[in-house]
């Protein structure tokens, strides 16, 4: 199978990270539409003059966090995005011990 840029089925981790996105209050209705369509966002708290608060998660072979949060950045009428956050555990099995590549 081959690797795409946009895809890391090697990652066998769980990461979040909470980002902060502006937009002129005009635009705030298309991009919350917008925003809702990226795999991975949940808007988590946004405010009609034009900021949003939102979460990117990725798991294995999800996209990359770096291309959803470009995905983000390059929405039209968003003027900025900034990160307020970032986690990143390993994903465990029941056992509490990290899966294998042939339990995957």
Do not use: W
């Not at 199978?1 to 990270?17: F, G, L, S």
């Not at 996105?21 to 298309?30: A, D, H, I, K, S």
């Not at 988590?44 to 798991?59: C, P, Q, V, Y």
Request: aromatic share 4%.
């Amino acid at each position: 199978m081959r690797k795409t840029e946009n895809h890391a089925p090697e990652i066998n981790a769980y990461t979040v990270c909470g980002l902060v996105v502006l937009t002129r209050p005009e635009n705030y209705r298309q991009v919350l539409d917008l925003l809702l369509k990226v795999e991975g966002v949940d808007v988590h708290n946004s405010t009609d003059t034009g900021r949003f608060a939102i979460t990117l998660e990725e798991f294995p072979d999800s996209p990359l966090m770096t291309h959803q949060i470009e995905q983000v950045r390059c929405l039209p009428g968003v003027i900025d995005v900034s990160l307020a956050y970032t986690h990143t555990e390993p994903l465990t099995n029941i056992e509490g011990q990290e899966p294998s590549v042939a339990s995957q």
